[in-house]
C-alpha cells in the first residue's frame, strides 16, 4: 500500500497555535471559574451584612453575634462587617468599645454601604439615646438629611436646644414637607425647653407628677409621699417620658389621712399588683420611699401564713381549744392581751388574733416548714424589680431554733422582717388564691417624639396550687372583720366587704404601731393593700379607723 501526503499539509508553527488556543480555553475556564467563585464569596458576606442588621434591629442579639463572628473573616465587605462589629457592640451596651471602632473608621475614611436609617431608627425607638448619638455622631460627616435629622432628635433629648434647632435648620425642604408632623413635635419640645422644667413622670390619669429642673438638673416631685428621684438618672440618659401606676388623686388623699400620723401605705390595683399608691412618711427612716424599702417588725400580719402552713398539714384535733392568756416556751413567755377562753376553730383563732392557738398551731408545723413556706411567699427573697426599681422584700433568720423561736416566727415577732410593699403583695397573694403578678409601677415609657418603646407586661406566678387552703384563710381574714370580737370589727363597712388581719408591735414604752393588710371587695377583689402607723396605738382600735377612713376616700364619688 502506497500513502500519498500530496494534499496534506504539516508545519511546527500550526501546532504551536493549537497549544497557544488550548491554554487560553484553560485561562479562560479558570478565570471564568474564579469569578463565579469571588462572586459566589462576595454575594455570600454581602447576604451576610443583610442578615446581620436584620438579627440587630430583631434585637436577636446572640444569633448576629454566632452570624457576625463566622462572617468577619470574609475578603469582602470588610468595612460593613467592621461597622457592624461596633453597632453589635452598641446594641450590647459596651458604648466605649463601640465609640472606637466607629472613630478609626471614620478616620481611615473607610467606604460603607449599611442600611444606616434604619439602625438609626432602632436605637431612637428604644429610646437609646447613647448609642444614637455615637452612630449618629459617625454618619454626621457623611451629609445626608437622614443623619441630620437624628442628630437633631439626639440633640433635644439631651437638651441642647440650640444645636438641635440648627440642625434642623440645615435640613433640606424635601425632607422637612415629608416629615412635618415629627418635625412639629420636635419643635415645640425645643421651644418648652425656654420654660426651664420639662414634665416628665406622670399619674395613670395623665396628670404630672414629677419635672425635670433645667436650671438645677435635677427631679422635683408634685405628690406627697413619694421620692421619684430614682427616675433622675434616667431622664439624663436622654428625655423620656414615663406613665406610672399612681393614681395622684389617690396618694394624696392618704396624704391627709397621715396628717396626725407617721407611717407607710401601699395600695395595689388587682389582679395585676400595679401599684396605685405608696406613700411614705417614716417617723425615723432616712432613705427616701420607706414603704418600698424599710424593713419593720411585723407582727400577727404573719399568722396567715402560719395558718395556711397548718391546714396544709390536713391535721385535725387541736381545736376546739380553751386560750388561758398565756403560753411558755424555751423560758419565754407568750401573752395575749386577754384570756380567749374557747376557741372553737381556726377561724376565730384568727379572727381574735389569739397568740395562744397560733402557738400550738405552730408546734404542729414546725419550723422547717413554716420557713419552707416563709420562703414560698418571697421572704429571704431578691427584691422584686421593675426596671431600675426596686421592691424589697423581708427577711428571717432561717437557723433552725428551739420552740421559742419558731413561737415567735410564727407570731410575726423579733424573728423576721418585712416591708409595707411585701405586706401589700402577701395580702395580694391571698386575695387570688396563690397566684402573684409582681408588682410594678412602670406602666409605659415614651421617647421624645411620644412614641412608646416599653409597655409592662403582665407575668403571672403560681406561688401554690393548694387553691382550698386559701378559701379557708380568706374565709377566716373576713371574719376578723365580721365577727364582733375580731381585730378588725371596727373597720367594718357596709358598703364594701372586707378581708384583713391587723398586727400591733413596738412596746407600749417606745410606741405600738398598728399594721394592717387586707383586700376588698371580698367577692371580687379590686385592691389589695398594707399600712403602718407608727407610734400609732393598736391596731383594731387607731389601724381599724384608720382603714374606715381609707376606704371612704377609695370610694368617694
Not at 484553560?26 to 458576606?45: E, I, M, P
Not at 403560753?327 to 372553737?344: A, K, M, N, Q, Y
Not at 419558731?406 to 411585701?422: C, N, Q
Request: with cysteine; charged share 25%; proline share 4%.
Amino acid at each position: 500500500m502506497v500513502l500519498d501526503y500530496k494534499d496534506v499539509s504539516f508545519s511546527f508553527s500550526n501546532r504551536r497555535a493549537r497549544r497557544r488556543r488550548k491554554k487560553l480555553r484553560l485561562a479562560v475556564l479558570l478565570f471564568f471559574a474564579l469569578a463565579v467563585f469571588l462572586g459566589y464569596r462576595y454575594l455570600k458576606a454581602r447576604l451576610a451584612v443583610d442578615e446581620i442588621q436584620d438579627l440587630l434591629v430583631s434585637d436577636r442579639l446572640p444569633e448576629a453575634e454566632k452570624r457576625l463572628h463566622a462572617a468577619e473573616s470574609s475578603l469582602f465587605q470588610r468595612g460593613n462587617m467592621r461597622e457592624l462589629r461596633a453597632l453589635q457592640e452598641l446594641c450590647q451596651g459596651r458604648l466605649a468599645e463601640a465609640e472606637t471602632r466607629l472613630k478609626k473608621l471614620r478616620q481611615a475614611k473607610v467606604s460603607t454601604s449599611l442600611r444606616s436609617g434604619q439602625l438609626l431608627k432602632y436605637f431612637f425607638d428604644r429610646g437609646e439615646y447613647l448609642q444614637l448619638k455615637i452612630y449618629a455622631d459617625y454618619l454626621l460627616p457623611r451629609g445626608g438629611d437622614e443623619a441630620l435629622w437624628f442628630y437633631a432628635l439626639c440633640q433635644a433629648a439631651f437638651l441642647n436646644r440650640g444645636e438641635s434647632e440648627k440642625a434642623l435648620a440645615g435640613l433640606s425642604p424635601p425632607y422637612k414637607k415629608a416629615n412635618d408632623k415629627a418635625l412639629d413635635v420636635l419643635s415645640r419640645f425645643n421651644r418648652s425647653l425656654r420654660q426651664g422644667r420639662v414634665d416628665y413622670i406622670f399619674d395613670k390619669n395623665d396628670q404630672p407628677l414629677a419635672y425635670f429642673d433645667l436650671r438645677r438638673r435635677v427631679t422635683c416631685s408634685l405628690i406627697p409621699g413619694m421620692d421619684l428621684g430614682d427616675f433622675d438618672a434616667q431622664f439624663k440618659k436622654g428625655v423620656r417620658f414615663f406613665r406610672l401606676t399612681l393614681d395622684s388623686g389617690l396618694q394624696k388623699k392618704v396624704d391627709l389621712l397621715f396628717k396626725d400620723y407617721f407611717g407607710t401605705l401601699v395600695l395595689l390595683d388587682l389582679p395585676e399588683n400595679s401599684i396605685a399608691v405608696a406613700y411614705s412618711k417614716p417617723r425615723s427612716y432616712a432613705a427616701p420611699n420607706a414603704a418600698l424599702a424599710e424593713l419593720f417588725e411585723p407582727g400577727s400580719i404573719i399568722k396567715i401564713i402560719s395558718l395556711l402552713a397548718y391546714l396544709r398539714q390536713a391535721e385535725s384535733g387541736l381545736f376546739p381549744l380553751v386560750c388561758p392568756g398565756q403560753i411558755t416556751l424555751g423560758g419565754r413567755i407568750f401573752s395575749d392581751r386577754i384570756e380567749h377562753g374557747p376557741v372553737r376553730d381556726y377561724g376565730q383563732a384568727l379572727a381574735q388574733s389569739c397568740n395562744f392557738s397560733f402557738v400550738r398551731m405552730a408546734l404542729r408545723v414546725g419550723f422547717t416548714r413554716l420557713a419552707n413556706l416563709l420562703q414560698r411567699f418571697y421572704f429571704n427573697g431578691p427584691p422584686f424589680t421593675d426596671g431600675f426599681i426596686q421592691f424589697h422584700t423581708g427577711r428571717f433568720d432561717r437557723k433552725l431554733g428551739d420552740d421559742s423561736r419558731l413561737a415567735k416566727l410564727a407570731l410575726g415577732l423579733e424573728e423576721i422582717r418585712a416591708t409595707t410593699v411585701h405586706a401589700a403583695v402577701l395580702a395580694a397573694i391571698f386575695s387570688q388564691s396563690g397566684q402573684l403578678f409582681p408588682p410594678y409601677l412602670v406602666d409605659d415609657v415614651k421617647n421624645i417624639l411620644g412614641l412608646g418603646f416599653y409597655h409592662h407586661s403582665v407575668r403571672p406566678v403560681r406561688v401554690l396550687a393548694d387553691d382550698l387552703n386559701f378559701m379557708r384563710v380568706k374565709k377566716a381574714m373576713v371574719e376578723v372583720v365580721e365577727n364582733e370580737n375580731g381585730t378588725g370589727h371596727r373597720a367594718h363597712s357596709e358598703s364594701v366587704g372586707l378581708a384583713i388581719k391587723t398586727g400591733t408591735t413596738g412596746s407600749s414604752r417606745q410606741g405600738l404601731d398598728a399594721v394592717i393588710i387586707g383586700f376588698f371587695p371580698v367577692e371580687k377583689p379590686r385592691y389589695a393593700f398594707a399600712f403602718r402607723l407608727q407610734g400609732a396605738g393598736l391596731a383594731e382600735f387607731d389601724g381599724a379607723f384608720f382603714l374606715r377612713d381609707l376606704l371612704k376616700f377609695v370610694y368617694q364619688k
